[in-house]
């Protein structure tokens, strides 16, 4: 069974351009999460969905940021335009159920630089 | 809001040590705790998970506790390997969303 794949693996941007990053959940996996890590800081929580559903955006940073789900399938975080401290690590996550005990199962995460 | 702190920062040890590395949080009503490792420039692995009604979980060389009540999770490693040298990550869940730790690095010397 294949893992969470993120696309692209590195993307290195002007300030002001936009880019979308791509997550491909675990096949059946309804629940499915982005977070990102910052240079020299811990890796935070950004959004969930169940579904197409945004379940909780509490963690997005500001409206340049812009998750979709559409059809419940893969995911896609669009950041636009892009600053300099929205380089870092974002890594996307997928868990089967809604229930609260279950695992989450990481991406490789997509490595950004903003210039 | 749920606070992890993960001490030490770092840590060097010669092969076949054995390894502690200690997690705390502040909001107890957690339902699991996750450890990581992540290898330089690579994803997220995950060693152990620790449903909140357990106290502990092995794997291998690997034994993780959990004391909810405190706050406190210790990730052990025994007879550490060169190979076990990378940045070890504790996450707790609250909700439906997971809260790190900065992480602890560990070099293992051959």
């Known amino acids: 069974e294949a893992g969470v794949t993120q696309f692209p693996s590195h993307s290195v941007i002007e300030k002001g351009q936009t880019v979308t990053l791509r997550c491909d959940p675990i096949?059946?996996?309804?629940?499915l999460y982005w977070y990102r890590r910052v240079m020299g800081k811990e890796i935070k929580f950004l959004l969930h969905f169940v579904k197409e559903s945004k379940q909780d955006e509490s963690g997005m940073p500001n409206n340049r940021f812009l998750a979709e789900r559409t059809g419940g399938t893969y995911s896609t975080l669009k950041v636009q335009p892009a600053e300099l401290e929205d380089s870092g690590v974002y890594f996307c996550?997928?868990?089967?159920?809604?229930?609260?005990?279950?695992?989450?199962?990481f991406g490789p995460g997509t490595r950004l630089t903003v210039l | 809001k749920q606070e992890v702190t993960q001490i030490p920062a770092a840590l060097s040890v010669p092969e076949g040590e054995n390894l502690v590395l200690n997690c705390s949080f502040t909001?107890?009503?957690?339902?699991?705790l996750q450890w990581f490792r992540q290898d330089p420039g690579k994803g997220l692995t995950s060693l152990l998970l620790i449903q909140s009604s357990q106290r502990e979980q092995t794997s291998g060389r690997l034994n993780a506790s959990l004391d909810k009540s405190s706050g406190r999770s210790t990730l052990y490693i025994a007879a550490s390997q060169p190979g076990d040298s990378a940045t070890y990550l504790c996450?707790?869940?609250?909700?439906?969303?997971?809260?790190f730790g900065a992480g602890t690095t560990v070099t293992v010397r051959a």
């Open positions: 909001d107890s009503a957690i339902y699991n």
């Open positions: 996450a707790v869940k609250n909700d439906y969303k997971l809260s």
């Open positions: 096949s059946g996996h309804d629940n």
């Open positions: 996550a997928s868990s089967p159920r809604t229930g609260t005990f279950d695992e989450q199962f």
